[in-house]
């Protein structure tokens, strides 16, 4: 399985604790604007992967936005109400602006879930509003504790055809009341995540501020077809296991245009854990370890700006966590084709920590027109490479001996695809509606 990213930059500031697969993700041109037309505050438009013949707003079903309120009946009332368009031209669930307290909810094929610039989600913190579903097939246990997990604030299985959208709206995990249980080990189940889609395909998730998740906040799972764009996640630095965006077994994704501050992994390729994921779909994935098997392979990332770092490259084979003691030891991952290209890193502590597998090296790694500035207090070793194969050009400080320099001239060295990648080649409708009422 392959995975392609399409990188483009633009200047921002950003802060993980782990590195994996990109930090920022940037496009220098504007999403068209979604503001409401002069003279009309009940008209909108934005661009999607389909507009819909039918829309309604969470008002209509009984959705009350003070805050205090439970709407999560209003969401379950309005997906069933509005699943009877999805072969009528699709249906469009439009948030106006409030506070809009909700438990866990499943969305609809053909459908538009679409928030006000001023409107907010405030994830439920009554745990009997997240119902518990089985831990996925992949992992075979939940991450947080054995047994299952809390369905995902917004969640959705075997759909085709979703968009989660706005005018930069924002849906707000509420995590803390999550991290107190977390660290207490108060938890029977796994923590939710803020959005996550199973089984999935033709998926856009956009030009939305989501704040604070339980833990990871967007999780597209043995999907396909993906387009994440203009994203803003913000959670403190400290917040257990608060991921960015983490593809899962997943092809055909992009992701661009996207600020990310968390307290894990910016962006994490995953595809399961240990023989689960093995059993289950091999995939892609960057942190790895013996007994995980499956391949990470043919990863392409560029122009990105990275700012304040740990590392401005990771990339582990010894990542020790397993599911349980049943994992295979000869089960060994390929690691191979990893490129990135035009970067640029400021305040680093240490330019790349690349560790493949002894007999089992990381291979076709490639970087080129890389600029790493180092911090003031940087590692005195700002190099570690073992058991890796690759080359760079135009890169600083000077790379290991593991990654020979090829000459500035060979600056397109990494082996990129041509740019319409087949993601690109899907193109978005513009999508406009006047809204019944207020």
């Not at 909108?44 to 309604?56: K, P």
């Not at 029977?188 to 889609?197: A, F, G, M, Q, V």
């Not at 999907?223 to 996640?233: A, E, F, P, R, V």
Request: with cysteine; aromatic share 10%.
């Amino acid at each position: 399985m392959n995975l392609f990213f399409k990188v483009n930059m633009r200047g921002m500031r950003l802060v993980s604790a782990l590195i994996v697969v990109i930090i920022v993700l940037l496009n220098s041109e504007k999403g068209e604007s979604r503001k409401s037309k002069i003279g009309n505050s009940n008209w909108f438009e934005y661009n999607a992967i389909n507009c819909r013949e039918h829309s309604a707003s969470l008002s209509d079903y009984g959705g009350v936005g003070d805050g205090k309120t439970s709407n999560t009946k209003a969401f379950e009332y309005a997906m069933r109400n509005l699943s009877e368009y999805a072969s009528k031209g699709g249906a469009q669930l439009y948030v106006p602006a409030g506070k809009w307290l909700t438990g866990s909810f499943s969305l609809i094929s053909h459908f538009t879930l679409y928030l006000h610039k001023d409107a907010v989600l405030l994830a439920s913190q009554d745990m009997n509003e997240w119902p518990v579903i089985k831990p996925l097939p992949s992992y075979g246990r939940g991450r947080d504790a054995a047994a299952g997990r809390y369905t995902s604030l917004i969640f959705g299985t075997n759909l085709t055809d979703v968009i989660i959208t706005g005018d930069n709206g924002t849906i707000d995990g509420q995590g803390a009341f999550w991290w107190q249980q977390f660290h207490k080990k108060k938890l029977k189940y796994t923590r939710p995540y803020l959005i996550e889609l199973l089984f999935s395909e033709n998926i856009q998730i956009s030009d939305l501020t989501l704040l604070n998740s339980p833990s990871w906040h967007v999780h597209p799972t043995y999907s396909s077809n993906i387009i994440i764009k203009g994203i803003t996640i913000n959670a403190p630095v400290t917040s257990p296991n608060t991921d960015g965006i983490n593809p899962d077994s997943c092809t055909n994704t992009r992701i661009e245009d996207c600020y990310i501050v968390s307290g894990d992994d910016c962006v994490a390729v995953k595809s399961g854990w240990d023989e689960y994921g093995i059993k289950f779909e091999s995939g892609v994935r960057i942190k790895t370890a013996v007994g995980r098997g499956g391949y990470v392979k043919d990863i392409y990332v560029k122009r990105m700006y990275l700012h304040t770092m740990k590392w401005a490259f990771w990339m582990t084979g010894n990542y020790g966590s397993h599911a349980d003691s049943h994992y295979d030891p000869n089960a060994l991952p390929e690691i191979k084709g990893i490129n990135y290209r035009d970067v640029v890193a400021e305040n680093v502590n240490m330019a790349a920590r690349l560790e493949g597998i002894s007999k089992d090296p990381f291979t076709g790694i490639c970087m080129a027109n890389v600029t790493i500035g180092m911090a003031a207090k940087h590692k005195k070793q700002i190099w570690t490479c073992t058991d890796i194969e690759g080359v760079t050009s135009g890169v600083t400080p000077q790379p290991c001996d593991l990654l020979p320099d090829q000459g500035s001239k060979k600056i397109t060295a990494c082996d990129f695809p041509p740019e319409n990648i087949p993601i690109d080649m899907v193109e978005l409708k513009k999508c406009s509606y006047t809204l019944k009422h207020a």
